[in-house]
């Protein structure tokens, strides 16, 4: 069974601060994708990483994705109380029949 | 808006009772997924169909079934309901190849009372 960890599960932080959301496995996946969900709303795709070692860059913030490709960060850069939501990530396992796992999120609120 | 439509947007119903829930998936997307979500959980993966089969299962309910239907929209039905059942549903769609990514509905949300 492939599972996702995220951490933390929860974070608190004032407007300005910077801040890291990790995510981790023991399993190889072909892909891993980030989303943010708002309440009440579907999640939205947010960045798709593929290669090992892949980072990207979404205005402030930053997706790398680990060498062997079990593991991902998700950095914020002086984060705003708009980036406040549910971040998740998801890896996809398997080639032509896959299925996207979900981890099962961090909350964050960023206080003005 | 990510082109996926699901309805109803809101469903109330009693425990032992069925349900049908329903996605339109983005133009040209093959593949189709439902997920679960209750109250401050993360996504349950449930199934998935590609192109109207069946291509992966994940914890899904024997009380619940799901299929694709040939114009690729798809159906989740939902029986003999029980409070528990009561969450949001997510339908989402992909091209299968590429980058994967799935766009997600705006959801169901079942009450069951």
């Known amino acids: 069974t492939q599972l996702l960890e995220q951490s933390p599960q929860f974070l608190s932080i004032q407007e300005g601060e910077n801040l890291t959301v990790y995510c981790n496995s023991s399993s190889v996946f072909s892909s891993l994708q980030w989303y943010r969900q708002e309440p009440g709303e579907g999640p939205v795709l947010l960045v798709t990483v593929v290669t090992g070692g892949e980072v990207k860059k979404l205005k402030r913030l930053t997706f790398q994705f680990g060498d062997a490709r079990k593991d991902s960060s998700l950095h914020i850069t002086a984060a705003q109380p708009g980036d406040t939501g549910l971040y998740l990530c998801?890896?996809?396992?398997?080639?032509?029949?896959?299925?996207?796992?979900f981890g099962s999120g961090t909350r964050l609120l960023v206080r003005p | 808006d990510s082109g996926v439509t699901q309805t109803p947007k809101h469903l109330i119903t009693a425990t032992g009772q069925r349900v049908t829930l329903r996605c339109s998936p983005r133009s040209g997307d093959l593949s189709v997924y439902w997920y679960q979500q209750s109250l401050d959980q993360g996504l349950q993966f449930l199934i998935q169909y590609y192109n109207g089969e069946e291509r992966a299962k994940g914890n899904i309910l024997e009380r619940f079934s799901a299929q694709q239907f040939p114009d690729l929209h798809s159906e989740l039905n939902l029986s003999s309901l029980e409070l528990g059942d009561s969450a949001l549903y997510f339908c989402a769609s992909s091209v299968v190849g590429g980058g994967r990514e799935a766009f997600f509905g705006q959801g169901t949300r079942l009450t069951v009372v």
């Open positions: 998801a890896g996809a396992v398997g080639d032509s029949s896959y299925k996207l796992i």
